[in-house]
């Protein structure tokens, strides 16, 4: 049977890391890197595990990941955050696949729940919102350029039944700290270092997309309030990336009479989208098949 090292990695996380090691005590051994913690990690951790190594606090969050996976001595590490948890379904399944001999899948991907605001929100995009967790030791590791880049694995992947919880954002400051603060910067550096051409229509049509997304392409109406905020938020997430973009270009003004007219035809642009997501979804409900085919037949009239 394969070995198992859980890698943690924690900065002034006193109010969630013990649920989060309660919850994988089954491994063979848990590391947490701390990543300089002011408050009682490092404590609560004590409790788990000897194995906790002090780092500095790095923005780039994955480069103390990886250093917690080279510590690592199970031939198998599950990489988590500590506002994670493994439930019980998945903490079987999980040993199951340790007792696959000879296993050829180098990683697996483990779909997450997403708890946002008291709520596992199923839709928008925030499930299954599979994450490449579990892998061989040296066979995965995470890219250091990005805050959300994925693990790399060396090698063939598979998919676990069962979901992990994530008590994501529990309150609406929670959720503008770490995604303005620490996201935003990022994303936009990102978008510069490939080649993002400016344009200052993207300062609609970035929250505009990112909105139909959301709320009407992954659904996110069907988690009501909820889904409608969160997908409100994450519009107002792209385009403070486009304004961080924009102030590492000095706020530079553009040169264009007619930008209220432009303005005006990106904003009927935007109308005429939410009008066609809206029809498309009110089609689904339709039963009748002639009722339906007028419908799309209207709806291409838009």
Not at 99 to 114: D, E, L, V
Not at 261 to 273: D, I, L, P, V, W
Request: aromatic content about 14%; glycine content about 4%.
């Amino acid at each position: 049977m394969g070995k198992l090292s859980v890698v943690i990695s924690a900065f002034n996380e006193e109010n969630k890391i013990e649920d989060c090691l309660k919850s994988v005590k089954f491994a063979d051994e848990i590391i947490v890197v701390d990543n300089t913690s002011t408050d009682k990690t490092v404590e609560i951790s004590q409790k788990f595990t000897s194995k906790i190594f002090t780092r500095p606090n790095n923005p780039r969050l994955n480069i103390n990941k990886n250093f917690g996976f080279t510590k690592a001595e199970g031939n198998w590490i599950l990489s988590l955050d500590a506002d994670e948890r493994i439930p019980n379904d998945l903490t079987e399944e999980i040993i199951s696949i340790l007792k696959i001999k000879n296993n050829k899948i180098s990683g697996y991907w483990i779909p997450r729940k997403n708890i946002i605001f008291g709520k596992w929100i199923e839709h928008a995009g925030w499930y299954p919102d599979h994450q490449l967790r579990l892998f061989k030791k040296e066979k995965g590791k995470f890219e250091e350029k990005h805050v959300h880049e994925m693990i790399k694995l060396d090698g063939e992947s598979d998919y676990l039944k069962n979901p992990m919880l994530h008590n994501n954002y529990e309150n609406i400051n929670q959720f503008l700290q770490k995604t303005f603060f620490i996201y935003v910067p990022n994303e936009a550096d990102n978008l510069i270092k490939n080649g993002y051409k400016f344009d200052w229509k993207d300062s609609i049509r970035f929250p505009v997309k990112e909105f139909l997304s959301r709320f009407f392409a992954r659904e996110g109406y069907k988690d009501g309030l909820h889904g409608l905020v969160l997908s409100l938020l994450m519009a107002f997430y792209h385009f403070v990336i486009f304004v961080n973009i924009w102030q590492e270009r000095n706020f530079q003004e553009i040169e264009n009479k007619d930008f209220l007219k432009e303005s005006e035809g990106e904003f009927k642009k935007a109308n005429k989208e939410i009008i066609f997501w809206i029809t498309q979804e009110r089609i689904k409900k339709i039963k009748n098949p002639i009722k339906k085919l007028t419908y799309r037949f209207l709806q291409k009239l838009i």
